[in-house]
């Protein structure tokens, strides 16, 4: 939790006591009410950010559970698993990332939908009210989750052949049509936002002409090269999912899964069309677990349910788990050396009795992942670590100081006054200014 957005998002949580949505992204509410709620009850900052953590991993376990355990949709609660693993190694110490929340939303609206449309009874009122608010819980979470989410739909209204009798099916139609709408609302607002927007710039740049290129473009290399290395057992996944559409005749699943598959690796390729190494793993991890969701939907939706022998599919999700936690455990030592360094750092400040402090960049740049967050995380680490001169730590590549007024904290996006720091957790030195420090 000493990463980057989850410290930062903490942060900004426990000094307004509210939420506090990046691009208009509400889906978070779930996992955001549980610092909220912490920083209202006056818990130790500890406390908040264990109650933050665990939100991820509860509203993940409760969908799989209500889907798997209460509606009986193994395949969709399976399909979530699946989803958190397979794709996954250093994202998993990234766990805020609305992308997931959105994902795991989809899973329970769908699977709440075809619970209510397999029932026979007619949709209530308070039912359709439910499915619109997890659907917008679910596109409002990310832009990205709009394609898994039209895939899914559309998959399995062929699949439950829905698609044969789709003209008597208006409940269908009049949620393909609320899907579309709000797609467009997300995109329209995402393209207005400043963060969303810059990744969208590249969009404007689709053409037939760039197909080409986009798939041999530097990112796509990289990727390739992970597939080889890392993620062999999804390749292996996805080979049994078009060879068992293929065996079984489903061809318009195999066209539906293909497509789906080539669109998204399209967009994401164009998106970000550069190489990438370590540091951002963690981001573009993010960015294709959504391709897993759609490439093992046909083995989990569809073709699991034709195996003869169960244990065949029992050892498949043995596998996933297995492969998923070695994975996990590589980048755990990753994580672990930027929190040891971390803590090494705020301590040797905190013993030179540094508060407010710059350090230099070119001494301390290497082993961070990413560096932004250092202001928030020291501030933070140093109140778990009971300082009561707490301190925050910011890399800079001046050679001399800026100049700022005592009573400023130093955020990683903007100078905020320390009055507005919430007292009962973050303590700053107001009487002394930012100091340049050498620590070893």
Not at 8 to 14: G, K, P, R, S, Y
Not at 385 to 392: C, D, K, L, R, T
Request: glycine share 6%; hydrophobic share 45%; proline share 2%.
């Amino acid at each position: 939790m000493l990463f980057i957005d989850p410290a930062f998002l903490t942060f900004e949580i426990v000094n307004t006591k509210w939420f506090v949505f990046s691009e208009h992204r509400y889906g978070a509410w779930f996992t955001q009410s549980f610092p909220m709620i912490g920083s209202w009850l006056g818990l130790s900052l500890k406390g908040i950010l264990m109650l933050y953590s665990a939100s991820f991993y509860l509203l993940y376990s409760a969908v799989m559970w209500i889907v798997g355990n209460r509606w009986r949709q193994y395949g969709l609660a399976t399909l979530l698993f699946c989803y958190n693993i397979l794709l996954v190694s250093d994202v998993f110490f990234w766990p805020n990332n609305e992308v997931h929340q959105g994902i795991a939303w989809l899973i329970l609206w769908i699977g709440y939908f075809r619970k209510l449309s397999h029932r026979g009874d007619t949709i209530s009122i308070l039912e359709h009210g439910f499915l619109v608010a997890l659907l917008c819980c679910c596109i409002s979470s990310h832009l990205l989750v709009l394609i898994p989410l039209g895939f899914l739909w559309a998959y399995l209204m062929i699949a439950d052949g829905r698609l044969a009798k789709l003209r008597e099916l208006s409940t269908e139609w009049c949620y393909s049509i609320l899907i579309g709408l709000l797609a467009y609302i997300k995109y329209s607002i995402s393209r207005s936002t400043y963060y969303d927007k810059q990744k969208l710039s590249n969009l404007d740049t689709i053409s037939l002409s760039s197909i080409s290129d986009t798939f041999q473009n530097g990112h796509a290399e990289t990727v390739s090269s992970l597939l080889i290395q890392d993620y062999q057992l999804f390749i292996v996944l996805g080979l049994m999912s078009i060879i068992g559409l293929m065996y079984s005749r489903r061809w318009l699943l195999l066209t539906l899964t293909s497509i789906s598959s080539l669109v998204y690796c399209y967009l994401i390729l164009l998106t970000f069309p550069d190489a990438f190494d370590r540091s951002l793993l963690f981001y573009m991890e993010s960015e294709w677990m959504c391709l897993s969701l759609i490439v093992v939907s046909p083995l989990l939706l569809t073709l699991v349910y034709k195996v003869k022998h169960q244990s065949i599919a029992l050892g498949v999700l043995l596998l996933v788990m297995g492969s998923g936690y070695m994975a996990i455990q590589d980048s755990n030592q990753l994580f672990t050396h930027r929190l040891d360094k971390l803590t090494s750092l705020t301590e040797a400040i905190h013993q030179q009795s540094g508060t407010k402090t710059l350090l230099r960049n070119q001494d301390h740049d290497s082993g961070w992942i990413m560096q932004w967050g250092l202001p928030i995380e020291s501030l933070i680490l140093s109140n778990l670590e009971g300082y009561a001169e707490q301190v925050s730590f910011k890399l800079y590549a001046g050679d001399t100081i800026p100049t700022l007024d005592s009573s400023i904290f130093l955020t990683p996006f903007k100078e905020i006054p320390i009055a507005q720091l919430n007292s009962n957790y973050f303590t700053l030195d107001s009487v002394s200014t930012y100091q340049l420090l050498e620590v070893d």
